[in-house]
């Protein structure tokens, strides 16, 4: 089993920086295929990047391209998100989230991933 916590969340003026965190245990990290997702008020739960194993796959949602990086630290069993240029659109709650993998590829698909997060709250004021 999988247990994933993120952190870093928080509340920032538009055009501002957050970084959020989400840590891994219980299985070897260098195998889990990671992703984030964020879900606003009354909304589905959207696909914001991922990254391979290795890292060095990564994809992120047209919305955020430019603007967020995902990277991962496969040392620290930590995966993290730059969030730069917020704008209030980008409110949500962020869920980190792992799929047990052994190829390169990145994965953009919630069914996709077998383990979650209990999300981070990101607020963007205007």
């Known amino acids: 089993q999988v247990q994933l916590v993120e952190s870093g969340g928080g509340l920032v003026q538009a055009g501002g920086s957050l970084r959020l965190s989400c840590a891994a245990s219980?299985?070897?990290?260098?195998?889990?295929?990671m992703g984030w997702f964020r879900q606003a008020p009354g909304k589905e739960r959207d696909f914001v990047a991922a990254i391979s194993v290795s890292g060095r796959n990564t994809y992120s949602a047209d919305s955020v391209k430019g603007r967020f990086t995902i990277s991962r630290d496969n040392a620290k069993n930590t995966v993290y998100l730059q969030m730069n240029s917020l704008k209030p659109e980008d409110t949500a709650i962020y869920y980190c989230a792992a799929k047990r993998d052994f190829s390169s590829w990145y994965w953009t698909a919630k069914n996709d991933y077998d383990h979650w997060g209990q999300g981070t709250q990101v607020t963007v004021s205007s």
């Open positions: 219980g299985r070897t990290f260098s195998t889990l295929a």
